[in-house]
């Protein structure tokens, strides 16, 4: 079957979301980039290994990075005693996201420890010196539209540009009202999004199978594909099930490459012109 003309193909950044989260995600990003068809790397900037991340992103510098927020599920930027009211005595943010969601909207002064933990976590990426390509917050968090209000006005500081809509096909019908808020929200700020993502009914499961399933009926439009690759699994207790192995070689997949050779215009993320 021949390739379609590029300029009829679908556009399609690959990303892998919790770069810095473990060793072995960072490995498996290198490889997905130097090996495979992944271009773009969402950075978890208070995770254990994002020190490791960075260094890796400067010796890769055609990989798009962008801030993975942590807002849930994750360690804090600021320190306890500044947000008490967002974690533990740790520093760890809890995965209650219905209970957190109603205080970040109803609670001032929560709002206000939400707002400068935002600020913290676009801080220490500016300190990275690493250009910023795009954000989105681990678990879709953003969609809350408290923290999207945050995260836009914050972002403006720090050249924010790009944000990922958590829209994809074949998603529950009473999440369209938000994601069309959402994307209106995105548009009037100025900011460039993606039409569809694919990797939420997945998560966890992208594999090559899944993928190959995926490309085939890749809309019009730009789409973002992401993934949790790692060279193992085993990275936390929230991800037991998570296949990370076998969405690594997924994106080594020669018949992955070919797929996406022959359907669509991979782009370097949001940043490219051609995901414009």
């Not at 993975?68 to 306890?80: C, F, I, K, N, Y």
């Not at 420890?113 to 935002?118: G, K």
């Not at 539209?145 to 809509?165: E, K, N, Q």
């Not at 019908?173 to 993502?197: E, I, T, Y």
Request: aromatic share 6%.
């Amino acid at each position: 079957m021949s390739a379609q003309p590029v300029a009829a193909r679908p556009r399609l950044i690959v990303t892998a979301d919790d770069f810095g989260l473990h060793a072995a995600v960072n490995q498996a990003v290198e490889r997905g980039y130097r090996e495979g068809v992944l271009r773009a790397a969402s950075l978890m900037v208070t995770a254990p290994a994002a020190d490791e991340a960075v260094a890796l992103a400067r010796r890769l510098p055609g990989l798009a990075v962008g801030l993975h927020l942590v807002l849930a599920d994750g360690q804090s930027a600021l320190s306890p005693a500044r947000i008490p009211d967002l974690v533990d005595a740790q520093g760890r943010f809890d995965n209650a996201m219905v209970r957190a969601g109603f205080r970040f909207f109803f609670l001032p002064s929560v709002r206000r420890q939400l707002a400068a933990e935002i600020r913290a976590q676009f801080e220490r990426y500016a300190a990275t010196g690493l250009s910023l390509d795009h954000v989105n917050a681990h678990k879709h968090f953003h969609l809350h539209p408290t923290v999207l209000s945050l995260l836009l006005s914050i972002g403006r500081d720090f050249g924010l540009r790009a944000v990922r809509l958590p829209a994809e096909p074949g998603m529950g019908p009473w999440l369209r009202p938000w994601l069309a808020l959402m994307r209106r929200r995105l548009r009037r700020a100025g900011v460039r999004c993606n039409d569809h993502v694919f990797g939420i009914r997945h998560s966890g499961g992208m594999d090559e199978t899944t993928v190959l399933n995926l490309l085939r009926q890749l809309p019009s439009g730009l789409s973002e594909l992401y993934l949790h690759p790692a060279v193992h699994g085993d990275l936390t207790a929230g991800m037991t099930d998570y296949r990370h192995a076998d969405e690594l070689a997924a994106l080594l997949s020669p018949r992955v490459r070919h797929a996406i050779d022959e359907r669509c215009q991979l782009c370097h993320g949001f940043g490219d012109p051609a995901a414009a």
